[in-house]
């Protein structure tokens, strides 16, 4: 469309971006997490995070992420192949719905869900009106996992939804044809030809759930610390900047195996590109 | 009455023809005398067709086919929308059939009924006998050739087509045999490993029948599968399809829009409109003896005009009575009456003849359109020598040619000739 | 099994509503704190419009969002333009950068960015929080402009060029009305992202300046005030009838599609 001249002129900005704001960023990031005070080298704050209370929060992190990312994709699978599988007109709207709640401030819904979950909240006092024991809900990781399904299970329906309604019909009848039962059709055709909307999906809910520090914070009670609270701390209460970063560095980690994990499979196509 | 006979012996030479230029001539006269019992019923009184029944029971009970699938009183609706109603079709082993007809006349439909992707609203489906109207997909003895194919991208092209026998759970060794007899069979041999989705459509094409054979089904049900192919590939293909027919005996039936593909291919056709099928016949029967205007005017090019029937094998057309064979009218009864444009020959003007203008000339390479105006009325012409626009001319159809065909009666066909 | 279909979509649906539920209650709650019932009232309503703290963070919000998606898309824009005309090797190198701060954690980009600010001497307030947003706002805009300018034909631009115009004339009159409905995307899922963002504002505000999302969440420890719930509900509502009408309005088109 244009000579290469000012197709790099246009690039420039990108250039910029990417040069300025994503990578010289990160590369603050790991300066700091290997410095001391003084500007010398140090790994000591890396090392730091084998202390048993950061280890501990890393841990708890770990597990309540994948324990909510696979119940979000044991969720996501049945209601995006009910939500594909009825094509009606009704179909679009039922979908909107189902992505409306996101545009709802998610500081607040989760603040909702602590009158909901809380020693006196909504559920308890229903239990109480119907004389049975009330639960201790509130402040468990059973209600952080919960905040962090509500909070980023649309981030796994979405590229699942994608990727199934991207499976043409007549594919799903070519095996009911040739015999397969609806256990051995999810299993040999949906699944396989859904893995790539599925992995995006797992890397687009574990990656927040691992780091949030928000739902924690409203539905674990200050108790329950993840990585992510020790992180905000150190940077908003501690300012202890190189021990903040050094745990980012950490964190990142996990991230640059996610990216990894998501660029094997390549969910991004360049669509029209054959053409 | 006999003039119909006539026509009915003549048809019968030309199948006896055809059935030794193909495998399978036993069929062809088969599935003739089946169509040719519809048409006669309509036509002939009460003792002339026990007569005839008894003589086309004698030539035709050796050589009937088995009855496969049956349709009873099928009839399906999308919401308001009536897309297939009173279908009754008997389908026959090893025959293949073609359901013809434009877009939105419901062939896909009973296709889709047959393989067990819809259920009909009413009426029922046999195969063998038994009713597997509610059977699912999965359970019945069909396979199907999807239009695009449908093969499965994330396998190869042996995992695509072991993945009816794998789930039936047939043994290694009876799947790698069986693969390599389908990939023989569409011409693929030694394809096992390739990405199915870097072959050619008319390669895909035949993956998808060899997936679909290799399951041994009694019937292959075919969803338009050339219609993405170009001219040439589609040509070979339609070869292929009849050879692998008649190879491995399945039934085929197969839906398409394109009256060539019909006509070349099947032993009969099953021409459709609006949810309403028009008629069963073999590609000759319904090419000469439509049984309606839609017919006539779908398959191949025709002049349709209004007539009247004057008397038995007198038609009155623009006012002038003209000799043909057709009998059993009732007396100045309105009818439409068909003459195919190659029929029609051309000579110079003459003082008595049915004479008109050239008004237009196109060369198509084999053949010339030409339209004649005559009457008031524009008709289509097909020789092998040109004419030039301005020209006087008189046409000339062979009494034989003339096709008389009954107007449609009920209001339900009056809509399906509507279009 | 139809039933037991509805019952799943019943119950997603519950849960995911059951929390907004509870906040459109809250905003007609009479009392002050939530979990106590006092009575029905209109007053949050009202005095939403007279708490200066409130509609400030709210005009924050909806200039960042605005402003912000208007310079990332025209930046996404500009560099769509100039990745298609790249190798397909370099177009592939190029996305997969844009899909850094997007698979990057928004804990690891608001810190990385607050580094940077300071490193730069840059005061942190409005600004530092506009440029952060512009920043994390340039990918999504990418992602959704690009897949329909690839699989735009490069033949429309010719036939314009072939028509007399210009370069610029037929990218401006040619191109750019085809890729309309992607370019709207990415603003509007740039718009969003803004508004919805808590984190990496979070880090990259200064003090005194607040978008919604970190007055609500400076608020959490003393209690909402219950003028944030009526807000909430406001946008709510505004954003279903918006999405219920956009629905409709795609029936209507497909109904009459069907129809021929």
Request: overall charge neutral; hydrophobic content about 50%; aromatic content about 10%.
């Amino acid at each position: 469309m244009f000579n290469k001249f000012s197709r790099n002129v246009l690039l420039t900005p990108f250039l910029i971006w990417a040069g300025l704001f994503i990578f010289v960023p990160l590369i603050f990031i790991v300066w700091y997490g290997v410095t001391d005070n003084d500007g010398n080298f140090s790994t000591a704050n890396l090392a730091m995070i084998f202390q048993r209370g950061f280890w501990d929060a890393l841990v708890l992190s770990v597990e309540l992420a994948l324990v909510s990312t696979v119940i979000c994709l044991l969720l996501a699978y049945p209601l995006c192949l009910i939500l594909t599988e009825r094509q009606r007109d009704n179909t679009t709207i039922i979908s909107l719905l189902f992505i409306l709640p996101l545009w709802m401030n998610s500081l607040l819904s989760t603040m909702a869900w602590q009158t909901i979950l809380e020693g006196n909240g909504i559920i308890n006092q229903l239990l109480r009106l119907v004389n049975l024991p009330t639960l201790q809900m509130i402040n468990t990781p059973g209600a952080i996992v919960l905040g962090m399904v509500y909070n980023f299970l649309p981030y796994m329906v979405l590229p699942l939804f994608i990727s199934l309604s991207k499976i043409d019909r007549s594919i799903l009848e070519a095996a009911q044809d040739l015999g397969a039962n609806a256990w051995q059709k999810f299993f040999r055709v949906i699944l396989p030809l859904t893995l790539p909307g599925a992995v995006s999906g797992i890397t687009m809910v574990f990656i927040p759930a691992l780091t949030t520090f928000v739902i924690s914070a409203l539905l674990g009670g200050g108790k329950l610390l993840l990585i992510g609270n020790i992180i905000e701390q150190e940077f908003t209460f501690q300012y202890d900047w190189h021990l903040g970063c050094a745990l980012s560095v950490i964190l990142m980690i996990f991230i640059v195996l996610n990216m990894l994990l998501t660029m094997a499979f390549d969910p991004i196509k360049e669509e029209g590109d054959a053409a | 009455m006999f003039g119909k006979l006539k026509k009915i012996l003549r048809r019968t030479k030309s199948t006896a023809n055809l059935g030794s230029k193909t495998f399978n001539g036993a069929n062809f006269n088969a599935s003739f005398f089946v169509a040719e019992f519809h048409t006669a019923r309509n036509l002939l009184d009460a003792n002339f067709f026990s007569t005839m029944s008894q003589i086309f029971f004698v030539k035709g009970c050796w050589e009937m086919k088995r009855e496969l699938i049956h349709l009873e009183n099928v009839a399906k609706s999308f919401g308001s929308l009536r897309v297939l109603d009173e279908i009754d079709l008997t389908i026959y082993e090893s025959e293949f059939i073609t359901l013809l007809g434009p877009s939105g006349c419901g062939k896909t439909t009973m296709l889709r009924i047959i393989g067990g992707f819809e259920q009909p609203d009413t009426g029922r489906v046999l195969f063998d006998g038994k009713d597997i109207t509610r059977l699912p997909p999965n359970r019945r003895p069909v396979n199907t050739v999807f239009q695009k194919y449908s093969l499965f991208s994330h396998m190869n092209v042996e995992e695509n087509i072991s993945f009816g026998p794998k789930i039936a759970g047939k043994s290694a060794d009876y799947i790698r045999d069986k693969v390599k007899y389908a990939l023989k069979l569409v011409n693929l041999d030694g394809y096992e490993k390739h990405d199915v989705t870097k072959l050619s459509g008319g390669q895909q094409q035949r993956i998808a029948i060899a997936r679909a054979v290799v399951n041994e089904p009694k019937v292959l049900l075919l969803d338009e599968p050339l219609s993405a192919l170009d001219l040439k590939l589609r040509r070979a293909m339609r070869r292929e399809l009849v050879r692998i027919n008649k190879e491995t005996g399945i039934t085929f039936i197969f839906v398409t829009h394109d009256q060539e593909e019909a006509l070349s291919m099947s032993d009969r056709v099953v021409v459709m409109n609006q949810g309403y099928i028009q008629q069963v016949g073999t590609p000759e029967n319904v090419y000469n003896e439509p049984e309606n205007a839609f017919v006539a005017d779908f398959i191949g090019d025709s002049n349709i005009i209004d007539g009247v029937m004057i008397r038995d094998r007198v038609v009155k057309i623009f006012g002038r009575e003209y000799p043909c064979v057709d009998e059993g009218f009732p007396a100045d009864c309105p009818v439409d009456v068909q003459i195919r444009p190659e029929d029609i020959k051309l000579a110079p003007p003459q003082e008595d003849g049915f004479n008109g203008v050239v008004t237009r000339v196109v060369f198509w390479g084999m053949s010339y359109d030409i339209n004649v105006e005559a009457d008031g009325f524009e008709w289509l012409v097909q020789s092998t020598t040109g004419r030039t626009v301005g020209e006087r001319v008189s046409l000339r159809v062979a009494p034989e040619n003339i096709q008389i065909m009954s107007k449609p009666q009920s209001e339900d066909e009056e809509v399906a000739q509507d279009v | 099994m139809k039933y037991l279909k509805q019952v799943y979509l019943a119950t997603i649906f519950l849960f995911l509503y059951a929390p907004i539920g509870v906040l459109i209650a809250q905003s007609f709650n009479a009392s002050r704190y939530r979990g106590h019932w006092t009575g029905v009232t209109l007053d949050w309503y009202t005095k939403l419009f007279e708490d200066d703290r409130i509609m400030n963070a709210l005009s924050n919000t909806l200039t960042i969002g605005i402003s912000s998606a208007a310079i990332a898309t025209v930046l996404g824009l500009i560099t769509c333009v100039a990745m298609k005309e790249l190798s397909r090797k370099w177009r592939a190198t190029f996305m997969s950068v844009t899909n850094v701060p997007i698979l990057n954690a928004d804990i690891v980009t608001g810190i990385s960015l607050m580094l940077l600010f300071m490193g730069l001497g840059l005061r942190l307030g409005y600004a530092s929080i506009l440029l952060a947003h512009i920043v994390f706002n340039v990918p999504y805009v990418i992602l959704c402009i690009m897949p329909q300018l690839m699989a735009l034909d490069k033949s429309f631009y010719e036939a314009a060029l072939d028509l007399g115009a210009s370069p610029f004339k037929a990218f401006w009159s040619v191109v750019l009305p085809e890729l309309r409905p992607s370019i709207f995307a990415g603003f509007l899922l740039a718009f969003t992202m803004s508004a919805d963002d808590f984190i990496i504002t979070h880090f990259t505000k200064g003090a005194g300046v607040d978008t919604l999302t970190t007055a609500i969440y400076a608020e959490l420890k003393i209690g909402i005030h219950p003028e944030m719930y009526a807000l909430s509900t406001l946008v709510f509502v505004f954003v279903l009838i918006f999405v219920l009408l956009f629905a409709i309005n795609r029936r209507k088109l497909k109904h009459a599609e069907d129809v021929f």
